[in-house]
């Protein structure tokens, strides 16, 4: 019998954990998303954002959009 209730006990916490788990990967995309869009949004952002990462020795993520300067100078003209 108490073998059955710690089965049972330990599957509810598995359960519990598991759905924390879940909730902070969510909480964590829902993140990168919001600041992905604001940077693509705002390229001032961006920019500020860059500046802020290099004055402080941090380097930007490598998901973030190449700068405005940049991807116009590898567009080739039509």
């Not at 598991?18 to 604001?38: P, V």
């Not at 001032?44 to 940049?70: F, N």
């Amino acid at each position: 019998m108490q073998g059955s209730t710690w089965a049972r006990e330990r599957e509810d916490r598995r359960q519990e954990a598991l759905a924390r788990h879940a909730a902070w990967q969510k909480d964590q995309r829902d993140a990168r998303e919001e600041l992905t869009t604001q940077v693509w949004l705002n390229a001032d952002v961006c920019r500020q954002l860059r500046a802020i990462a290099a004055r402080t020795g941090l380097a930007p993520s490598s998901s973030w959009p190449i700068s405005p300067t940049t991807s116009a100078s590898t567009t080739p003209a039509r």
